[in-house]
Each structure stands twice: as C-alpha cells, then as structure tokens.
C-alpha cells in the first residue's frame, strides 16, 4: 500500500484546506501534523521547507511546497485537470479566479473594526458583482453539472469550497443566482461534500468555527497566521 500523503499546518483552515478538500474529492486518504510553536515551525524550516513557508505535502517521496503546485499535482494525478490541453487551461482559469475570491475571504477573520466591514463590503462586491455572476454564466452556458467538460475537475472542488466559505459569512450570497444553487446542492454530483445535505455539510477539518483575531495569541502564534505569508 502507498503512503499517505501527510500534510503540514498549523491546526486550522489557512492555505490547506483547499488541499484537503481536493484530496477528500479524489478519495485519497492522508495524515495531519499539526505545529503549534514557533520552534517547530523553526524546525521544519530548517530541514525541509523550500521557501521557508508552509503549507508542505509530503507525497510520492516528495516535499511540495507552494499550494497551487500541490493542488495541480493531486489533481493530474487523480484525473481532475481535464482531458486535453484546453480543458486543463480553462479549469485552471476557473480555479484562479475562485482561489482569488477565497483568497478575500482568508483574511477576512484577522481584521477587526472598520477595516473588517470595509474587507466584507470589498467580498460582498465582488462576489455578487464579479465572481458568482461569471460562475452563474458558465454554468448555463455549458449545461452540465459541471465547469468544464463532464466530470468533476479541481475548478468544481474550489468552486464547492468558495461558495460554502462565502455563506458563512453572507448567508444570501447564491441568492439570484440559481444555476450555482442547484450545482452546489447536487448530492448526486458530489456525494463526498453533500452527505445528508449541502448546507449542513462540513469536512471533519472544519468543524471548527471560522479563525478570528484572537487567534494571533500564545495558541496561534503570530507567525502562523495568513497574513505573515502562510
């Protein structure tokens, strides 16, 4: 039996969650080991992180570094990067623009006061204005269950992901928007996210409320948080 890919973060979301969805989405069992000081932090970089950061993916005898590598290796490795060249270039295209929403979303929780209102105001813009109406388009321009060709791909698993990161902070976000309700919603389609229901569904690793700024303290350090660059 092959090793199982073992990923390295701190125990929360961050940068590797979209990593664990794609590996859950290809079936693939992996291990977590989780760092809760700045000495192992230290550590790690010292001995195997190639640009001193993390997320890092021990897989196939490799140490992966950068999350857009990572999650292009997982998903040519299981078939989820399309068929030919252009199927890949455009899940690529789709998975860019969603990584970019979430990327809003990720440092979302850091802020606090007016700068956290005027971070929510800049992701309920762009969300409703940018990202969910070009989604919306594809999805009925195509008329498939999914982005690109037939069959699930990366741009899906991080669309799925975006839109369940994006509820939980507005709630009414796929109002208006009814091609990307029903692909969400779709049990049939992706069993391993809907379970009993895709508005209850959450991945065991996210079980855990969203990170706030209470996190920058003794039991997340600093240097774990996103905006330092992890």
């Not at 992996?30 to 001995?47: G, M, Y």
């Not at 040519?76 to 970019?100: F, P, Q, V, W």
Request: a negative charge.
């Amino acid at each position: 039996m092959a090793n199982k890919p073992i990923l390295h973060y701190f125990n929360g979301r961050g940068r590797m969650e979209s990593i664990r969805w794609l590996l859950a989405a290809a079936g693939v069992e992996f291990e977590e080991q989780f760092f809760e000081t700045k000495e192992q932090l230290e550590k790690l970089r010292a001995t195997a992180l190639l640009f001193q950061q993390v997320p890092m993916v021990e897989i196939d005898g490799m140490k992966l570094v950068q999350c857009r590598a990572i999650l292009h290796y997982i998903a040519e490795k299981h078939n989820l990067l399309g068929k030919d060249l252009k199927e890949r270039a455009t899940i690529i295209m789709y998975s860019e623009g969603t990584m970019d929403l979430m990327e809003l979303l990720l440092m979302y929780p850091f802020l606090k006061g007016e700068q956290q209102k005027q971070k929510l105001d800049e992701i309920t813009n762009k969300t409703k204005n940018r990202y969910f109406p070009a989604y919306e388009k594809v999805l009925k321009t195509h008329g498939q269950n999914f982005l690109v060709g037939n069959q699930m791909s990366l741009a899906d698993v991080q669309l799925i992901e975006a839109i369940l990161m994006v509820e939980e902070t507005i709630p009414d976000a796929l109002s208006g928007f009814p091609s990307l309700q029903s692909f969400g919603s779709n049990g049939q389609i992706f069993p391993w996210v809907t379970g009993d229901g895709y508005h209850e569904w959450k991945p065991s690793w996210a079980t855990q409320p969203l990170p706030s700024p209470s996190l920058a303290s003794p039991r997340l350090p600093r240097e774990f948080c996103p905006k330092e660059g992890i």
